[in-house]
């Protein structure tokens, strides 16, 4: 009988419904956050040969906002030191290409005191090929802005934006060099870049490498 009375419990839990299982949890989409980068000084001696484009080796363009020229940007794009001729088609797969573009302030921009200092150039597109070398000329940012490490460079959605952090503002008619690597050569000028200074904001134009997919069709073909 006591055998009875304790299988009693058992056969009763044996019974029972069992116990329906947790939810899964529910995935969630994870947002990059920007990257801080490491910014190295520009020096031109450390480039070879420059890309002969259409336009030359430094083709130069104005940075437009409401009918207004607020800065010049002239760029160009340099293969490995001791390249004597820099013609993408000719160099090995894996070349890394420097892109450097200088930005010129206009003269009669406005730089008396309340006036916003914030600036910043950036990238509107994906920075195809990237390697992580990025930077700007110290020497050039410690004229325009009063300090050599006036600027932070962060990628953002694979996107390089140099922004002034620090310094006096932005001095009109001192420029700024800024560069970075791919080892993808660019595939000619294109409106990737924006400019923001002075509470005004203008889209760049300089030379860009092709996008991501355009890259893999290139290497299938």
């Known amino acids: ?14 019974c029972g419904e069992a116990p329906e299982p947790e939810p899964s949890p529910t995935p969630e989409a994870t947002v990059a ?3 801080t980068l490491v910014a190295a000084d520009f020096d031109p001696a450390a480039l070879g040969a420059k890309i002969v484009g259409p336009q030359g080796e430094e083709p130069e363009a104005a ?22 001729e820099c ?3 000719d160099m ?20 008396s005191p309340g006036t916003p200092g914030a600036a910043l150039f950036r990238m509107t597109r994906p920075a195809t090929g990237f390697n992580r070398s990025v930077g700007y000329s110290r020497a050039q940012a410690e ?39 791919s080892t993808v050569p660019p595939e000619g000028p ?5 400019l923001e200074v002075q509470g005004m904001t203008a889209s760049a134009t300089g030379p860009f490498p092709p996008a991501e997919n355009s890259v893999e069709r290139g290497a299938a073909n």
């Open 143 to 181: 004229a325009a802005l009063g300090q050599p490490d006036a600027i932070t460079v962060t990628v953002d959605v694979e996107e390089i934006i140099w922004r002034v952090t620090d310094g006096s503002g932005w001095t009109p008619g001192r420029s700024l060099t800024v560069w970075w690597q």
């Open 92 to 111: 090995p797969e894996g070349t890394v290409y420097t892109y450097v573009h200088e930005i010129t302030l206009a003269d009669d921009l406005d730089s």
């Open 33 to 35: 956050a920007p990257r």
């Open 1 to 14: 009988m006591r055998h009875l009375l304790l299988a009693a419990p058992l056969a009763l839990m044996a």
């Open 63 to 84: 940075i437009v906002s409401d009918g207004r020229e607020i800065a010049r940007i002239r760029s160009f794009v340099a293969c490995p030191r001791d390249t004597q």
């Open 87 to 89: 013609v993408p088609a």
């Open 190 to 194: 294109a409106d990737a870049y924006s």
